[in-house]
DNA sequence: CTCGCTCGTTAGAAGTTATAACCCCTCGGG
DNA sequence: CCCGAGGGGTTATAACTTCTAACGAGCGAG
């Protein structure tokens, strides 16, 4: 029965390779409904429709729509892995990651928005994809690690009792040799970019007047310090 | 034919008591779905099961899914606004109101997604509700202009230029005579608390390992200094 | 007391996801 | 070269959804 393969890059057999090819045409059309109408709009049906097929052929390919969307999810982010990893290929800095995270975002909101918007309550991500943000991480990581040390906060302030909390629990770090510092400028690198870029792109700001990029670049330049 | 009246609260007519009650009995249902499945899940069909009576009923109360999620948005803002202003005549500072912040956003996380997630990208809000955020982000004015002015940063950072940015456009504070930095102060407070427990509600740090509020801890915290 | 309006009903159209059954044709092993 | 197994696509169907239309019954205002 040919090895079960998929590894969509090569593909063996004719079969194969028209199956992969076919799969993807479908996630071409999942991305651009999702990118126009949102995930919550994706419909199979939509999409057969446009492929010149009718309706449930396309389960020959995904086992549903839930399963169509994990694996959009799980290319997207491959996609902003791929991107940081480049960035941080060409010798960008800190800085350098944020401007390639803005892009990326500004890019596709609605992509950004179906791997750090609202979840669904009964979603559960597989467990490949935690090894991509591990691989995020690990690249923010480095770009922490290598930035000059910031100035000591007061010893008994909420800042050290974070600081404390991450000394024992690094896991998620894997065995990168940061010091709790820089774990925790890596996760506000995380979060307040996040902050600033998923309101911007929700249009929280619109009608606000002032720059969105500048806020952008003051929350990131907020790490440079703490 | 009456007048239109409809405030809620007080009903002339028996027959709008019962319209309003009625009302408020779908919300009711609705927030209850959204808080278990989702707001995309949302279903006036099951509402209208679960209060007993069938279908097309719910179209007299409400003119369809949208205007039933735009009454929820708003009656959310009005929860959280309500929130804020009980907490600030309690004499609450700024991080009195973070910890209102999160207590409300954990007390039910979709309701909060509801209001700051993942967006629709044909919805619009309806004006009214601006003046709810306005409100909103009024009280967080009051409460960063009372805390002590931060050390001055950088001549020619981000900061300043963000600052100078804010120093006109500042609409959006409506006449509120703070200065440019506490602006700067009030949406950092925005979108870094938003940021770090966004992150926390959708579970991205589940299996981290760390504090989440430690890490919301120490981000009000960064607001003191910058 | 009566007429009108509101409320709730059922029926139906146009969507959706998803399963089942069937058919054709390609592809690969003999 | 041939032929059968299975992959790919089809239609039919079920069970949903939102939403419109037409109809009946009862409450309440005048």
């Known amino acids: 029965m040919a090895e079960t393969a998929a590894s ?3 593909a063996a057999t004719p079969r194969e390779r028209y199956r992969s090819q076919v799969r993807t045409e479908i996630k071409e059309r ?3 409904q999702i990118a126009t109408a949102g995930a919550s709009a994706l419909s199979l049906n939509a999409i057969a429709r446009q492929m010149g097929m009718s309706g449930p052929a396309l389960y020959r390919y995904f086992a549903g729509r839930d399963d169509l969307i994990t694996e959009l999810i799980r290319d997207g982010y491959r996609s902003l892995a791929d991107a940081f990893r480049a960035a941080a290929d ?3 800095d800190l800085a350098g990651l944020a401007d390639t995270l803005r892009h990326w975002a500004l ?3 609605q992509r950004y928005f179906l791997l750090y918007g609202t979840p669904v309550p009964g979603y559960h991500a597989p467990p490949d994809t935690t090894a991509i943000t591990g691989e995020i991480m690990a690249v923010i990581l480095d770009a922490c690690a290598a930035l000059p ?3 000591p906060d ?3 302030g909420p800042g050290a009792g974070f600081d404390a909390d991450l000394a024992t629990n690094r896991a998620w770090a894997g065995d990168h040799p940061a010091p709790p510092r820089a774990l925790r400028r890596a996760l506000g690198f995380w979060t307040r970019l996040h902050g600033a870029l998923s309101l911007e792109l929700a249009g929280h700001f619109t009608g606000m007047g002032f720059d969105p990029a500048l ?3 003051a929350e990131l330049d907020s790490l440079r310090s703490r």
Chains 1, 2 share one sequence.
């Open 154 to 156: 007061p010893e008994d």
């Open 149 to 151: 040390a910031a100035a």
């Open 8 to 10: 969509k890059g090569d």
């Open 30 to 32: 999942a991305w651009e």
């Open 90 to 92: 060409g010798g960008a």
């Open 215 to 217: 806020l952008y670049a």
């Open 107 to 109: 890019a596709d909101p």
